[in-house]
Each structure stands twice: as C-alpha cells, then as structure tokens.
C-alpha cells in the first residue's frame, strides 16, 4: 500500500517537474502564441460580431438574424433544441445559439438589460420568473406567441408561466420527481400507500452497512414538497405568505421525518451515489439522474409519485419544475418578429419528441406525446401522469427566499432532531424578514 | 539615503494606487452610495436615494444572532490563528532539523494541499471526508467497528471539522512563512547558546521567538484578516443550498449573507456590508498593534 | 570516544523519529488528495462507496481523456496561462515601482497609505463585484481578457507591494548610493541593482498571484461571457454545477489536472521560494 503510494507520488513528482519547469519557462514566451491561436478558436463559435451587426439591422427581417439564448442546464439537451429550431428557421435566416452560462439567475440580475453583452432570450426553470419581472428585465410574450401554439400544451406547463395576468414563459419541457427504483434489488411489488413503503424501508434498510431501502435529499426542500402538497400545506402561498408553521406543513415535515431517518443523510452526492452503486433499492429523484443510472447498468423501474397514497387517502403531490424560454424587454423591441418565430419553433411537437427520445424530458405539447416512442417511454409518461396532480413551483419572486428557511427546517428536524413546532415557528419569522427585506 | 522628494514618490506608486482605487476603493465607494438608495428588486434600475434608513434596518440586525456570529468569528479567528502558528512553528523546527535530508521533498509535499482552488479542496472534504456513507473518516470508523458519526449536523463538530479543513487549507503558507524566517536566523547566536548549556526550550524562548517575531507579524496580520473573512468553509460545508448539513454554524459574512444577500436588496446588504466593513476596520485597529513600522 | 558514540546514536534517534512524524504529517495532509486521484482514475463507475483504500479497484484514465476530449480543456488552459502571465507581469510591474517608493522615499501621508492599504485589503472583494461590473459596462470592458486582468492586478496589489516593500528595505541603501554617485536613475537603480537583489521577493510574488488567477473562478466565470474564454477553474466550476452533469470522478481528474502545474511551477520555484518570503517579512 505505501510503496504503491509513494511510487504514484514520485511519478507525479517527476511529471510535475518535467512538465512543470517546461511550461513555466515557456509561459512568458508563447503567451503571444496562445492569444493567437485562442482568439481564432473563439471566432469560429464566437457570435458577438454578428449579433452586433444583427443588431444594427433589426428591422429588416430579410436580414440573418442571430438570438443569442442563456441557459445553465445541460449543454446536449440545448443543442438538441437548437439544433430543431435552426432547422426549422433555416429559411427565415433566423439562428440561435444556446450559451451556458453557471449562476444564471445572478447573470441576468447583471446583463438583463444589457443589450449588447446579455442574451435576448434566456432558458431556466420557471421558479424564477416573478425575480425577473420584478427586476423589469422580461417582456410579455402575449403578443409575439400563437393562440395555436399555447393551445397544444398542457395547461399545466402554461399556467406555470403566468405571473399576474400575463405569460411570460414559453414551456419547452417539464421535470416532476419520481420514484426510481434498482429491479434487481427490490423484492415484490413496489407498495402503493406511503404506509406499506415505509414498512418495506424498516425491513430492509441497513444503515451500519450502508444498504438502504429508499433514499430521497429529505431535508431539500423540493423533495420534501410532494408530502407536503399532499398534506395540504404550503411553502409559501399565491399571495406570499410562508406557511412553514401551518399545522399541514408541520404534519407533513414530522410525517416525512420518519421516512428520513431511514434515508443517509440526504445529500445530493450521497443519495445519488448510493443509487448508482446499488446500495439504495429505490431513489425520489428527477429526469437528470437518468444518465448516471444508466452508465451505472441498473434496472431500472419507475413509478409516478402520484401513486403513492397519504393515509389521508391523497397521493403524493410534488413540485413541477417548468423549463422554459423567456424574453428579455431589449430583444422583444428590436427583434420581434425574429423572436416570436423562436418562440413558435421551440414549442413545436418535434422539439418535444427529439428531447423526451433522447433525454427522458417531458414534452409541453400535448401532440408530442402521439410519437409512438414517446408513448413507450415509461419515465415519460409517469411524469405525464404526475403533471394532473403536481403542483408548479410558485413563481413569485418571494419563493426564492423561502428555500433557505424552509430547508433550515427540515434539516433542524431531521438532522439535528429538533421539535418541529418550535422549529416551525423559528424559521417562519426567519422567512417573514427575509421577505421583509425584499422591499 | 532615505530620501525625501516631494513628487518622485507619487509618480511611481501612481499605477500601483489607481489600479488599487479602480478595483478597491471605488467598488467601497459606489457600495457606500447603493446603501443609500432603495435599490432592490422592485426598484431595479429606478432606484433613488432614501438617506439613512438601510442603516436603520441593518443595525436592527445587530441582534443576538448577529452577536452569536460575531462570538464565533472571533473564537474561530483567534484558534485558528493560534493552532496555525504553533503547528507550524514546530512542523518548520522540525524541517530545519540539523541533519534531515529529505527536508525538501517533505515541503514540497506540504505545500500539496495549496495548490487546489479552495472550493474544490471544500468540496473534496466534504465528500471525501466528512460524508456519512463514503467518508474517509466514517469508513475508517467503521473499520474499527464504530459507529457512523455525522460530522456536519450539529454545531461543535462542525465547527472541529472547519477548523481541520481550514488548517489543511492554510497551514502550507504558514509554514513557508516560518519555514523561511527561521533560516534568517543567524546560527552563531545558537552555538553561543549551545556553548552556555541552554536547552531545547530556552533556544525557543530566548532566541527562535523573539527573532521570529517581527519577520512573520505581516504575514499573521494578513492571515487574520483572511480567516476573519472566511466564507467559503463554513458556507460550503454546511449551508450549500440544497444541501444543508444541519449545524447552525453562522460567522458574520454567513450571517450577512443569509440576511441581507440572499433577498435581492441592495441596498440593505450594502448598508449590512458598510457596517461589516467598519467592524473588520475596528477589528484591525486591535491586531494593527502588532506591527511595528520603522520610520 | 563512548561519549560521541552515544551522542552520534542519540541525534540519529532523533531524526529517526522526525522523520516518521514528518512522513506521517505529510501523508495525513495528502491524504484528500490521493482520494481525489484514486477517484478520479477509478472510471466513471466511481468508487465513492468502495472499502477502506486509496488505491482504485479498476485503474483507468478515462476521465481525464475525457475531460481532454470533451471540454475545450487546451484552451481553458491556455486562457488560465495568458491570464496569469498578464497579470503576474501588470501588478509585479505596477507594485515594483511603488513599493520601491514607499520603501526608499520619505514623504508625507506614506505610512498613512501603507496602512489604508492594509485595511482596504480588508473588504470582501466579493462585494466588488457589482460596482466593478458597473464601471466596466461604462468602459465597455466586459467579456475581455483586459478587463480580467485589470481585476486580478488591482485585487492582488496591495499584497505585493507589502511584501516586496519589506524585501526592499532589507536591501542595504549603501549598494545604491555608489551607483547613485555614477549618476544612474531611479529605473536604472531599480532594473539593475535592486531588483536582482530582491529577486527571490518579487518571484515568490508573482506566485502568489499565479495562484490566485490560477484558482479564480467567480469573476472569470462572471466578466466572460463566452465558454471558450473561460479559464481552468472557471471551467471546472461550470463543469460541477449541474445536477444533469455532476460526476465525481470527472471533477476529480478535472481538480487533479487543475493543480498540477500550480505544483510543478511550486517545485522548480521552490529554492527561492523560502529566502523570498523571509526577507519580505524583515521588518515588514
């Protein structure tokens, strides 16, 4: 073991050195070099120059026109999108070009109304959408989206953009929580009632070994949400009024503390880990975890939330996460036409279709889920099946402080072991002035 | 031929001071100029001046939390500081060992854990090490038949497990430091000592410390400052969105953070951020002391 | 003759025993580290479950191929070096001459902008960012390696000028004077008297600044708006951000890859490192 150790050491002592003093001798020298050569690598993909002289002819729609689109989620699925809208745009000159940018939501705060550095339209989750109206960075798509197109989709993924009376977000795909479970490691019949699921998690899970029934991130907010819909209460309401401490949400929290104390300690890493390296039978978890249980090789199986019945009888209700495109105010003044022709292409059937095929994603439209494959696809239409019951993530800009003292809650209760109501009572003043503190 | 001229001086730290006032003291600046307005979210670009009142509001935030955290800067500050410089005070005794010969390798390999950026070495620790299931430490634990223990979820271990990350994470430039002080020192006053009979303790006490002193004061003031700012360990570790460990752990960046940043008022943190400021400027008038400056 | 014999036996114990603690501080510090490589060789499977061992069951590369292969890994690289060079040559160049200034030059209001710039050094830079971004919109400096640059040199200033301020004053006045009587000018003092001498100082400087740019990401990731200009740990960040992509085995290589030439460039600057650092602190 220790030779092992300090054969790998010298070896990379030696490479260190070798490569080491190499490049720092040649730092100085080829830094010319470099610029050189990384500047005509950045002008083959880098669409500034372009985008400026799209700009200066913005009304003539004969012009090529270049929309430049935000995101911070993963770079296929977008390239996938832009691949299908540039396609269908082809003939209208109209291209798009997907950027990833990390930490979008302070990127915006920053480049939202920046018309020659920032995007023109921007694709993220619809949670945020009231931040960004409330900053005034973001156009009504109203006027620039067709009756006919917002008619195809689930009324659901619609309603998720609306903030006041208005659509701001055109929806692209949709993300609920599902139960995935190892067909391998699960014995008999996945239970129907929370009841009969936490009976099976008892019997099998064993923490000194590290082998687990069920895991979930049980003191993540959005995890937690789907018991907490179902039990009535609330995070935060329409109106932004927290609701940590109502009696529902209180029950639901306690409810779940259980089943958290049969689940690891709730990370992110550890839960997914634990999945992807069958120590965990079954995982709540989302459309992003697919890649990694497949490279994994599990067998996996899939269950809608929904299915799950409370002992008050209600199924689970998790939060729907909405992803969709938004417009900000300086490209829906200067190139209108060019950004309604996006917003009809990236709602069309056959975005959805290539997304749910190749990335599990659930279409919006309604029509994409005539594509035969699509209907086959069993993770696809259990998140179909759960969008009746889910519940959109509130939109109102008040939600994006309500994470951190909801998720203090639940990991004071099921971490720390602290009493939930007076918990509850803690943490909803401490939502009340981060509220407060807003205005 | 310490010179006096009235104008040379300025002209050549001329560069030096704008680049200084361009990157430091104007963002302080326009900071002191948003806690005045009412900028925040539903006042994004019309936001106007509204005077004091963000003060106000952030004094009121002066409160017992506040206190808590203030508390538990100063404590993690001064231990911290103190375990930094007593370990390495003895780790580079032991590199300048009369005799070692391997004394290089082992600095090189000391000065490992610096190079990695430090929200990666965060995140390796807290996967790596600190993780309840695949934890080096819990693995080793239950190697010897104990039981898991969760490091982050309550607030004494937490606070140990910072520390041990954030010695892992300082302590290479600290023995550098003191690594390269005492190769200052001049030998004779050793062999002097020696021919005196003084011991292990009296050649610290009388000779190693003393001298040591002034060389590494600098490099302590501005260490102090940087612990006292720390942001990243506990935050990481234990208050990640989404992945809350459990422990209440708050210094007063994270408690700033948590009260006035992550609401989207400008104003108010700027105003909570003025207010921090003029307290590390305090905080520093006490550590100031310990650095002499020869005229 | 018994005497030294035992003393001899004695200092050898000694060392015997210096060296196990040493070999044991270095190992326990290392250990995260050797972690991070065996995770990191160990597949995209990865072993974040498996027993008690550094050592990877299965050892392959494919991560770092992979990385290589699948982000723009070179030109990350060649942005952090450009990055780092410019920077490193700005604030040396800058604090050079000013803590020449503040070290041979007697005026007034200079021990009062010593200290204001050790308190001003005492802001959470991270507070900076929004005024820096506003100032930048102004002088239409974003989405430029300029305007990186100017962030990083202004960030780094204060601390070189203090270090190299100290080293400066350890020189003896009296090598200067001669030449100062040859008639040669302040630069021409600096280039060829002072700066050879203080050498050790402004290189164990300038590190400290590659390893600040090396290992920033926040402002990186923030000012450029394009991927391709991203630096290493820009990229890196941006690379275990996402839930869809996050892969411990791959951000360990990624980390791994990331650090070694801080490391390489630590080794070969090592010698000067130590009598560098000391001197800057001599009266600091």
């Given at each position: 073991?220790?030779?092992?150790?300090?054969?790998i050491?010298c070896?990379?002592?030696?490479?260190?050195?070798?490569?080491?003093?190499?490049?720092?001798?040649q730092?100085?020298t080829?830094?010319?070099?470099?610029s050189?050569?990384?500047?005509g690598a950045?002008?083959?993909?880098?669409?500034?120059?372009?985008?400026e002289?799209a700009e200066?002819?913005?009304?003539?729609?004969?012009?090529?026109?270049?929309?430049?689109?935000w995101?911070d989620?993963d770079e296929?699925?977008?390239?996938?999108?832009a691949?299908n809208?540039?396609e269908?745009?082809?003939?209208?000159?109209?291209?798009?070009s997907?950027?990833?940018?990390t930490?979008?939501t302070?990127?915006l705060?920053?480049?939202?109304?920046d018309a020659a550095?920032?995007?023109?339209?921007y694709?993220?989750a619809?949670?945020?959408?009231?931040?960004?109206?409330?900053?005034?960075?973001?156009?009504?798509?109203g006027?620039?989206?067709d009756?006919?197109v917002?008619g195809?989709l689930?009324p659901m993924t619609v309603?998720?953009?609306?903030y006041g009376?208005?659509q701001?977000?055109m929806p692209v795909y949709?993300e609920?929580?599902?139960?995935?479970?190892?067909?391998?490691?699960?014995n008999?019949?996945v239970?129907?009632?929370?009841?009969?699921l936490?009976?099976?998690?008892?019997?099998?899970?064993?923490?000194?070994a590290?082998?687990?029934?069920?895991?979930n991130q049980?003191?993540t907010?959005?995890?937690?949400?789907?018991?907490?819909n179902a039990f009535g209460?609330y995070?935060?309401?329409?109106?932004?009024?927290?609701?940590?401490?109502?009696?529902?949400?209180k029950?639901?929290?306690e409810?779940?503390?259980k089943?958290?104390?049969?689940?690891?300690d709730?990370?992110?890493?550890?839960?997914?880990?634990l999945?992807?390296?069958k120590?965990?039978?079954?995982?709540i978890?989302?459309?992003?975890?697919?890649?990694g249980i497949?490279d994994?090789g599990?067998?996996?199986?899939?269950?809608?939330?929904?299915d799950?019945t409370?002992?008050n009888?209600?199924g689970?209700?998790?939060y729907?996460?909405?992803?969709?495109?938004g417009?900000?105010k300086?490209?829906a003044?200067?190139?209108?036409?060019?950004?309604?022709e996006v917003?009809?292409a990236?709602a069309?059937?056959?975005?959805?279709?290539?997304?749910a095929n190749?990335?599990?994603?659930a279409?919006?439209?309604?029509?994409?889920?005539?594509?035969?494959d699509?209907?086959s696809?069993?993770?696809?239409m259990a998140?179909?099946?759960?969008?009746?019951?889910?519940?959109?993530m509130?939109n109102?800009?008040q939600?994006s402080?309500?994470w951190d003292?909801?998720e203090k809650?639940?990991a004071?209760?099921?971490?720390s072991?602290?009493?939930?109501?007076t918990a509850a009572?803690?943490?909803?003043k401490q939502?009340?002035t981060?509220?407060?503190d807003m205005q | 031929?310490r010179?006096?001229?009235k104008?040379?001086?300025?002209?050549?730290?001329?560069p030096a001071?704008?680049?200084?006032g361009?990157?430091?003291?104007?963002?302080i600046l326009?900071?002191?100029?948003?806690?005045l307005?009412?900028?925040?979210?539903?006042?994004?670009?019309?936001?106007?001046?509204?005077?004091?009142?963000?003060?106000?509001?952030a004094?009121?935030?002066?409160?017992?939390?506040f206190?808590s955290?203030?508390l538990?800067?100063?404590?993690w500050?001064v231990v911290?500081?103190?375990?930094q410089?007593?370990?390495a005070?003895f780790i580079?005794?032991?590199?300048?060992?009369?005799?070692?010969?391997l004394?290089?390798l082992?600095?090189?390999?000391?000065m490992f854990?610096?190079?990695?950026?430090a929200?990666?070495?965060?995140?390796?620790?807290r996967?790596g090490?600190y993780?309840?299931?695949?934890?080096?430490?819990?693995?080793l634990?239950?190697?010897?038949?104990?039981?898991k223990?969760?490091?982050?979820?309550?607030n004494?271990?937490a606070?140990i497990?910072c520390l041990?990350?954030n010695l892992?994470?300082?302590?290479?430039?600290?023995?550098?430091m003191?690594?390269?002080?005492?190769?200052?020192?001049?030998?004779?006053?050793?062999?002097?000592?020696q021919?005196?009979?003084?011991?292990?303790?009296?050649?610290?006490?009388?000779?190693?410390?003393?001298a040591?002193?002034g060389?590494?004061?600098?490099a302590?003031?501005?260490?102090?400052?940087?612990?006292?700012k720390?942001?990243?360990i506990?935050y990481?570790l234990?208050?990640q969105?989404?992945a809350l460990?459990?422990?209440?752990?708050?210094t007063?960046?994270?408690?700033?953070?948590?009260?006035?940043?992550?609401?989207?008022?400008?104003g108010?943190?700027?105003a909570v951020?003025?207010?921090i400021?003029m307290?590390?400027?305090?905080?520093?008038?006490?550590t100031?002391k310990?650095?002499k400056?020869e005229d | 003759?018994?005497r030294?014999?035992r003393r001899k036996?004695?200092?050898?114990?000694?060392?015997?025993?210096?060296?196990?603690?040493?070999i044991?501080?270095?190992?326990l510090?290392?250990?995260?580290?050797?972690y991070a490589?065996?995770l990191?060789?160990s597949?995209?499977?990865?072993?974040l479950s498996?027993g008690?061992?550094l050592?990877p069951?299965k050892?392959?590369i494919?991560?770092?191929?992979?990385?290589?292969?699948?982000?723009?890994?070179?030109?990350w690289?060649s942005?952090?070096v450009i990055l780092?060079a410019?920077?490193?040559?700005?604030a040396?160049?800058?604090?050079v001459v000013?803590s020449?200034?503040?070290?041979r030059?007697r005026?007034?209001?200079?021990?009062?902008?010593l200290?204001?710039?050790?308190v001003l050094?005492?802001?959470?830079?991270?507070l900076?960012?929004?005024a820096?971004f506003r100032?930048?919109?102004?002088?239409?400096?974003?989405?430029s390696?300029?305007?990186?640059?100017?962030?990083?040199a202004?960030?780094m200033?204060?601390?070189?000028?203090?270090?190299?301020?100290?080293?400066?004053?350890?020189i003896?006045v009296?090598i200067?004077e001669?030449?100062?009587?040859?008639?040669?000018g302040?630069?021409?003092?600096l280039?060829?008297?002072v700066?050879?001498?203080?050498?050790?100082?402004?290189i164990?400087t300038?590190?400290?600044?590659l390893?600040?740019?090396w290992?920033?990401?926040?402002?990186?990731?923030?000012f450029?708006?394009?991927?391709?200009?991203?630096?290493?740990?820009?990229?890196?960040y941006?690379?275990?951000?996402?839930d869809y992509s996050r892969s411990w085995p791959?951000?360990?290589?990624?980390?791994?890859?990331v650090?070694?030439?801080?490391l390489?460039?630590f080794?070969?600057?090592?010698?000067?490192?130590?009598?560098g650092?000391?001197?800057?602190?001599?009266?600091g």
């Amino acid at each position: 073991m220790k030779k092992r150790i300090s054969l790998i050491m010298c070896g990379l002592l030696t490479a260190g050195a070798l490569f080491g003093c190499g490049s720092a001798a040649q730092t100085q020298t080829t830094a010319v070099d470099d610029s050189t050569e990384t500047s005509g690598a950045e002008a083959v993909s880098s669409t500034d120059e372009s985008t400026e002289a799209a700009e200066a002819e913005e009304q003539a729609s004969a012009e090529p026109t270049e929309i430049k689109i935000w995101h911070d989620a993963d770079e296929a699925i977008m390239q996938t999108i832009a691949d299908n809208v540039n396609e269908a745009l082809a003939d209208k000159q109209i291209t798009v070009s997907f950027e990833k940018k990390t930490g979008l939501t302070d990127q915006l705060k920053l480049y939202g109304n920046d018309a020659a550095n920032g995007p023109d339209m921007y694709f993220y989750a619809h949670d945020s959408l009231g931040t960004f109206i409330e900053m005034g960075i973001l156009s009504p798509i109203g006027d620039m989206a067709d009756a006919s197109v917002m008619g195809d989709l689930l009324p659901m993924t619609v309603e998720a953009g609306i903030y006041g009376d208005e659509q701001y977000l055109m929806p692209v795909y949709f993300e609920t929580l599902l139960f995935l479970y190892n067909k391998e490691l699960w014995n008999g019949d996945v239970p129907s009632s929370t009841e009969d699921l936490y009976k099976y998690m008892s019997a099998n899970t064993d923490a000194a070994a590290g082998t687990y029934a069920v895991v979930n991130q049980h003191s993540t907010a959005y995890n937690v949400a789907p018991f907490i819909n179902a039990f009535g209460g609330y995070i935060i309401d329409k109106d932004g009024n927290p609701g940590l401490n109502v009696q529902e949400t209180k029950d639901a929290i306690e409810y779940n503390k259980k089943f958290a104390a049969l689940q690891a300690d709730g990370d992110y890493n550890t839960v997914t880990t634990l999945f992807n390296e069958k120590k965990a039978a079954a995982i709540i978890g989302g459309p992003w975890l697919i890649s990694g249980i497949k490279d994994a090789g599990i067998d996996l199986g899939i269950k809608s939330l929904s299915d799950f019945t409370l002992p008050n009888g209600k199924g689970l209700a998790p939060y729907s996460g909405v992803q969709g495109i938004g417009v900000l105010k300086h490209a829906a003044e200067n190139k209108k036409g060019a950004v309604a022709e996006v917003l009809r292409a990236v709602a069309a059937p056959e975005v959805g279709i290539a997304l749910a095929n190749n990335f599990n994603c659930a279409p919006a439209n309604v029509k994409a889920y005539e594509d035969a494959d699509v209907a086959s696809n069993e993770m696809i239409m259990a998140m179909k099946t759960t969008a009746d019951t889910a519940q959109p993530m509130p939109n109102i800009p008040q939600m994006s402080v309500m994470w951190d003292p909801a998720e203090k809650l639940l990991a004071a209760v099921n971490k720390s072991g602290e009493d939930v109501n007076t918990a509850a009572e803690e943490f909803e003043k401490q939502a009340e002035t981060a509220i407060a503190d807003m205005q | 031929m310490r010179r006096s001229n009235k104008m040379l001086p300025w002209l050549y730290s001329l560069p030096a001071l704008m680049l200084v006032g361009m990157i430091i003291v104007f963002p302080i600046l326009y900071t002191g100029y948003i806690s005045l307005t009412n900028m925040n979210l539903f006042h994004w670009f019309d936001f106007e001046i509204i005077g004091l009142s963000n003060y106000a509001r952030a004094l009121l935030k002066l409160d017992a939390g506040f206190l808590s955290a203030l508390l538990t800067t100063i404590l993690w500050t001064v231990v911290n500081i103190v375990l930094q410089v007593l370990l390495a005070y003895f780790i580079a005794l032991a590199l300048n060992a009369q005799g070692l010969k391997l004394s290089r390798l082992y600095k090189t390999l000391l000065m490992f854990p610096w190079a990695m950026p430090a929200y990666v070495s965060i995140l390796l620790w807290r996967v790596g090490m600190y993780n309840t299931e695949f934890g080096l430490l819990n693995k080793l634990l239950a190697a010897m038949g104990l039981e898991k223990v969760n490091f982050l979820s309550e607030n004494v271990p937490a606070f140990i497990s910072c520390l041990a990350l954030n010695l892992w994470m300082a302590l290479p430039f600290m023995i550098m430091m003191i690594d390269g002080a005492l190769q200052s020192i001049d030998k004779s006053y050793y062999e002097s000592a020696q021919l005196d009979g003084a011991g292990f303790l009296a050649k610290n006490i009388y000779i190693t410390v003393p001298a040591l002193r002034g060389i590494i004061a600098p490099a302590v003031i501005m260490t102090t400052f940087t612990t006292f700012k720390q942001f990243d360990i506990v935050y990481l570790l234990t208050m990640q969105k989404g992945a809350l460990s459990g422990a209440t752990l708050q210094t007063i960046i994270t408690y700033a953070h948590q009260n006035a940043f992550v609401s989207n008022n400008y104003g108010l943190s700027s105003a909570v951020s003025i207010i921090i400021f003029m307290l590390i400027i305090c905080f520093s008038m006490g550590t100031n002391k310990g650095l002499k400056e020869e005229d | 003759m018994k005497r030294t014999n035992r003393r001899k036996i004695k200092t050898k114990l000694k060392l015997a025993v210096l060296n196990l603690l040493l070999i044991t501080l270095c190992f326990l510090g290392l250990v995260p580290i050797l972690y991070a490589l065996s995770l990191s060789l160990s597949g995209s499977g990865g072993a974040l479950s498996a027993g008690l061992t550094l050592w990877p069951e299965k050892v392959t590369i494919e991560n770092y191929i992979k990385i290589i292969t699948e982000e723009p890994f070179f030109i990350w690289l060649s942005n952090s070096v450009i990055l780092s060079a410019a920077t490193m040559v700005v604030a040396i160049g800058f604090a050079v001459v000013a803590s020449y200034a503040f070290s041979r030059f007697r005026f007034k209001g200079r021990k009062g902008i010593l200290k204001l710039l050790l308190v001003l050094n005492a802001f959470p830079q991270i507070l900076s960012m929004f005024a820096i971004f506003r100032l930048f919109k102004t002088m239409e400096m974003l989405d430029s390696k300029i305007g990186l640059v100017i962030v990083y040199a202004g960030s780094m200033c204060i601390f070189s000028i203090w270090n190299m301020k100290g080293y400066f004053d350890t020189i003896p006045v009296e090598i200067e004077e001669a030449s100062k009587i040859d008639g040669a000018g302040d630069f021409q003092l600096l280039w060829k008297i002072v700066l050879p001498l203080a050498r050790p100082a402004v290189i164990v400087t300038a590190v400290m600044v590659l390893i600040f740019v090396w290992n920033e990401y926040l402002f990186a990731t923030t000012f450029l708006l394009n991927e391709k200009s991203y630096t290493l740990a820009g990229g890196l960040y941006q690379l275990q951000s996402n839930d869809y992509s996050r892969s411990w085995p791959l951000f360990s290589a990624a980390s791994i890859m990331v650090s070694v030439p801080i490391l390489a460039v630590f080794f070969c600057i090592q010698k000067y490192m130590v009598s560098g650092l000391t001197a800057g602190g001599v009266k600091g």
